[in-house]
């Protein structure tokens, strides 16, 4: 709908008006008639369209240049297609006749200076900014959605800080990060005085956004932070003047996704200036989208540290295979920090000309936490940090995972679901992860996290007793969890077959341990009974919460025993849940299971669930520079993944 301006004009008089293209001017016949009035005419020059309209609004006449009765509540509508090339050159006029004589007892006339103004965005999310969308005041989700997108500028052109953290550009690539914004004027070469341009935010969005212009050479800040608003020139009769808008955060739970900038034409009456044109373009801030297990791996990280020489060496043959890039953090980076996975978490975010990687830092301050900002902030490499205590495990990122793309009861998320752990809900005991992380999470709003219960183990996360493989059927995944009931009837089997004296860890450096002693240990029992027992409720939450089946979902043997400090679980032999998926090529911890006519079961147990989904299984000795400290190779290790090929904007919410 066009927009609407009413004009009140004065008989025996000129009213100079400014008009914006695409608007349409209202003025009141009837009012300012003269007495004794019976009839009016009304002409205009080219270009000025006008029709008469009743108190309800609707046409009586277009184009009209016959005598017209007058009546109560009638309306001129006028309307311009045709910018002016000078000042007030387009007339309208109105004659009033008291009769049928052939003389007007007066008139009333109204000249007009018609402009083009439009600020103009990306509306349609092609990469292209358009004329005058009709739709880029507004945000719709879906792939017949619209509204403009705003990536959040937190990777680094230069070399100081992320570049969004400044008030200026350094350099000029730095605008590809930025979301394009043209003001377009077109008319006479200055605006009539009293009248001038305006381009505001409003108070909510002066943390999210700034606004710079592109002039020429130089680049200047004209809005965001304290700035709220700016005058823009009208001159040079046709003219672009190109906005960047920069965005400064990720939505959180109290900076919402949208932003709007609002474009005003002002006429200075009394002092005061009056808005007479008034739009807006509405942007959405671009989410952090984390990656799962199923997508194309591009690079892997791992840290060297003392003592795991044997390790490195196994694990770098294993990503050679994969064909993979590989990064070694080496010690004076990580300060002996050895779990990458807990420190940081690759995501990226993306806008319709632009894709940015970005590393999600988590609070926890060991020797790692300056290796995502000093090491991986880049050109098109963002870092965020989330907050929370350092003192609690749950808001280390192993305790972070994210699912494939599934469908729920209709519900598509084609990016996954961010899941996490923590205690059990409404219940105000145990450990939980920080609320800042997780209304952080909630409030991307593209991969609505779930919560599993994780506090039942000594470090609490998701990742000890959870993964996903590809597949190529299905849903295209699988959900691995850990299993000890699968244990306990694979080693029963064993002994049934006569292999109970066969014993675990083999030259390892903790005490071997025959099955039978296993399976006659009643405490380590009761243990894996009550581990069963938890992760039975998060595997109903993440079949109800995925629309997984059994299916879905495969048993991986793994036992746990209670921790000597703490009343709480840490796995018993190698996790061999906690694995690094490369492609089709998967790192296991090597679980050091007994040898049965030299294989391990254990071992073959997994082989026989993931090769039949074309998988390559490799397991990998982590034992003593990893197991024995709580952690296996996923907590060792990071993947940063290529994004999905999904728009994010595309979703239906």
Avoid at 66 to 89: A, C, F, G, Y
Avoid at 132 to 137: A, L, R, S, T, V
Avoid at 523 to 546: G, P, S, T, Y
Wanted: proline share 5%; net charge negative.
């Amino acid at each position: 709908m066009s927009k609407q301006r009413t004009v009140y004009v004065e008989c025996g008089k000129s009213t100079q008006v400014l008009y914006v293209i695409g608007t349409v001017i209202n003025v009141d016949i009837y009012k300012p008639s003269p007495p004794l009035c019976q009839t009016f005419e009304v002409t205009s020059s080219p270009g000025a369209i006008c029709s008469i309209s009743d108190q309800k609004n609707s046409n009586i006449a277009a184009q009209s240049a016959n005598r017209w009765t007058l009546s109560k509540e009638m309306l001129l509508q006028i309307r311009v297609d045709q910018v002016s090339h000078t000042p007030n050159d387009k007339k309208v006029t109105v004659m009033f006749y008291k009769d049928d004589l052939a003389k007007p007892i007066d008139q009333m006339i109204l000249e007009l200076t018609a402009i083009i103004v439009s600020l103009d965005v990306d509306a349609d999310r092609d990469g292209i900014i358009e004329k005058n969308n009709p739709n880029k005041g507004s945000w719709k989700w879906g792939s017949k959605g619209h509204g403009a997108i705003l990536l959040v500028n937190c990777d680094q052109e230069e070399t100081s800080g992320t570049d969004n953290s400044d008030d200026k550009v350094a350099v000029f690539e730095d605008l590809a990060d930025m979301s394009h914004m043209i003001l377009r004027t077109e008319g006479p070469n200055s605006l009539p005085a009293g009248y001038k341009l305006k381009l505001s935010i409003s108070p909510p969005d002066e943390e999210k956004v700034q606004i710079f212009r592109h002039d020429m050479t130089k680049m200047t800040r004209v809005l965001g932070r304290t700035e709220m608003s700016t005058d823009v020139e009208f001159t040079k009769g046709n003219n672009e003047i190109h906005f960047f808008a920069e965005g400064l955060v990720f939505p959180n739970v109290k900076i919402t996704k949208l932003v709007t900038i609002h474009l005003d034409l002002l006429q200075k009456v009394h002092y005061q200036d009056i808005p007479i044109f008034t739009e807006q373009v509405v942007f959405c801030l671009a989410p952090w989208i984390m990656t799962p297990n199923t997508l194309c791996p591009a690079e892997v990280f791992v840290c060297s540290v003392k003592h795991n020489e044997k390790f490195l060496e196994d694990f770098r043959g294993f990503v050679e295979k994969a064909q993979c890039k590989l990064t070694i953090c080496p010690e004076s980076k990580n300060l002996s920090d050895l779990w990458i996975q807990d420190e940081i978490e690759f995501g990226y975010s993306e806008a319709p000309s632009k894709y940015l990687d970005v590393v999600l830092d988590s609070p926890r301050d060991r020797g790692l936490k300056d290796f995502a900002y000093n090491c991986l902030l880049g050109s098109d490499f963002g870092h965020i940090n989330v907050a929370g205590e350092d003192g609690n495990s749950l808001n280390s990122f192993g305790n972070l995972e994210v699912s494939p793309p599934v469908t729920v009861n209709e519900k598509e998320y084609p990016l996954g679901r961010i899941i996490i752990g923590s205690n059990l809900p409404n219940s105000s005991e145990g450990r939980k992860i920080s609320k800042t992380i997780q209304d952080f999470l909630i409030a991307q709003e593209v991969q609505s996290p779930i919560v599993l219960y994780s506090d039942w183990l000594v470090v609490g996360h998701v990742d000890e007793f959870m993964s996903f493989v590809p597949a190529p059927d299905r849903k295209g995944f699988r959900l691995l969890l850990a299993s000890p009931d699968s244990c306990y009837r694979l080693f029963n089997k064993l002994k049934e077959e006569g292999y109970g004296e066969a014993q675990m860890f083999e030259n390892q450096s903790v005490k071997q341990v025959k099955i039978n002693e296993i399976l006659n240990d009643q405490m380590l029992h009761e243990m894996n009974a009550f581990v069963q027992q938890c992760i039975n409720w998060n595997r109903d939450v993440l079949k109800m919460e995925l629309g997984l089946d059994e299916g879905d979902i495969i048993d991986i043997p793994v036992l746990f025993h209670q921790s000597d400090y703490l009343e709480k679980a840490i796995a018993y032999f190698p996790d061999m849940v906690n694995i690094i998926v490369i492609g089709k090529f998967v790192g296991i911890p090597k679980p050091f299971g007994p040898l049965i006519n030299g294989k391990c079961p254990l071992e073959s147990a997994v082989r026989s669930a993931l090769e039949p989904l074309g998988l390559d299984c490799t397991f990998i000795d982590d034992f003593t520079i990893y197991h024995v400290q709580l952690g296996e190779i996923h907590c060792g290790t990071n993947v940063r993944r290529k994004p999905f090929t999904f728009k994010w904007w595309n979703m239906e919410i």
